[in-house]
Structures are given as structure tokens and as C-alpha cells.
């Protein structure tokens, strides 16, 4: 997902997915945040999940467009079980750059619930406040069947930028499979993307 601001960092991470895709036989789309789009560009992802929630049968991976694909060896079957939602922790909550989402009733009803949560449309955290709001709250005991995915493999940070040391909880690893820098000056993230991309940019 991405609009005219993130445009050079989508293409860093497009190259990166694709690369990964054509390689594992996995299918993958990118979203274009349209302009005229009333909430602010975070919560487009939210109306993505729910349209594909009705159209698309199996898991669907997301990623925002400020991550890469690190370790093309990880097999995310692996990590799949009876559980319908996966979810990563940083050091502050729930961070939405990567979760995957199972097609079915229960999922469905969580994002229908989290794009309702009006009074987060411009928290600063956006739709990821809302999600943490009813995670916590344990909506729908959504909490029964969220599976909480190591942040070391899916959705690790370069922590030294963060004010963390190198090996703190969620760095960056060989064993990472996807690496995300959020919140980073764009064109920190950029060179950074490139950096841990699986494929030399």
C-alpha cells in the first residue's frame, strides 16, 4: 500500500516481494492509496483487508510499504496453525506493518469492527490504535485465536535507530524474515530497505 510519498520506497519493497514471490509461488498485489480517500493513508489497509476478506479464500500476508523481504528461506506455512489472525509486538504494542489474516466470519467481524472505530481515524497510531484497543479488550475473544509471531522473524527492526542495542528483542537477524522501519526519515528507511532487501538495489 502506498501513495506519491512513499512511491520510492514502494518500489524498493515491490522488487523485494516479487523477488520473494516468484521464487516461493506465492501471489501478491500492492494497493495504490486512492487520492481522494477520506480517512488519513494508514487506514486504507483496513478497507484492503476487508475487501479481500470477501473475495479471497486462504491467509493473506500483508506488509506496508516501508518493509522488505529479508530471508527468502523462511517458510511461512511453518508458523500457521488452527489460529485465524497473527499479529507482531514491538517494543510499544501491536505494530501493523505485517500481520497475516485467515478468510472467515471471525476476522471479517474484527476489521468491519476496527474500520466502525471512528474516533481513531486521527490518533496518531491510526488503525493500529484501534486494533490494539480491541485486542486489548479482547473483542470478539479475538485473543482465543491471534497467534503473537516472534518480531526477531517477522516485522524486525534495524533497533540501533530506535534507541535500542543492536541485539535487543526484534533486531534485524539473518533469521529475519521480513524487516520493517517504520516512523524512520524517508530516506533513512530507503537506504535502510536496500541495505536488508534479499536482493542487492
Same mark, same amino acid.
Given at each position: ?53 470477501k473475495?479471497?479464500?486462504?491467509h ?13 528461506? #523462511? ?32 476476522t ?23 486494533i490494539?484497543?480491541?485486542?486489548d479488550?479482547?473483542?470478539l ?5 491471534t @497467534? ?14 530506535y534507541g535500542?542495542? @543492536? ?12 524487516c ?5 526519515p ?7 530497505? @536496500?541495505?536488508?532487501?534479499? #536482493?542487492?538495489?
Open positions: 500500500m502506498f501513495n506519491d510519498s512513499h512511491l520510492k520506497l514502494h518500489e524498493v519493497s515491490k522488487r523485494s516481494i516479487n523477488h520473494f514471490c516468484d521464487l516461493s509461488g506465492v501471489s501478491c498485489d500492492f494497493f495504490r492509496i486512492p487520492n481522494d480517500f477520506e480517512r488519513p493513508p494508514a487506514w486504507y489497509k483496513i478497507k484492503v483487508i476487508l475487501d479481500l476478506l473475495t479471497y479464500d486462504g493473506i500476508i500483508w506488509m506496508d510499504a516501508d518493509s522488505v523481504i529479508h530471508n527468502n528461506d #523462511i517458510s511461512i506455512g511453518s508458523y500457521l496453525d488452527e489460529n485465524k489472525l497473527y499479529i507482531v509486538k514491538d517494543f510499544n504494542q501491536i505494530n501493523t506493518g505485517f500481520f497475516i489474516v485467515k478468510t472467515c466470519q471471525e471479517t467481524d474484527f476489521f468491519q469492527k476496527v474500520w466502525s472505530m471512528t474516533e481513531y481515524i486521527d490518533h496518531i497510531w491510526w488503525e493500529q490504535a484501534a490494539i484497543h480491541l485486542y479488550d479482547n473483542y475473544e479475538c485473543q482465543s485465536f @497467534k503473537e509471531l516472534d518480531q526477531g522473524i517477522f516485522n524486525s527492526y534495524p533497533m540501533e535507530y535500542k542495542e @543492536k541485539n535487543f528483542k526484534g533486531c534485524i537477524s539473518d533469521k529475519s524474515f521480513t520493517h522501519f517504520p516512523s524512520l524517508l530516506n533513512l528507511r530507503l537506504d535502510l530497505m @536496500k541495505k536488508h532487501s534479499n #536482493i542487492r538495489i
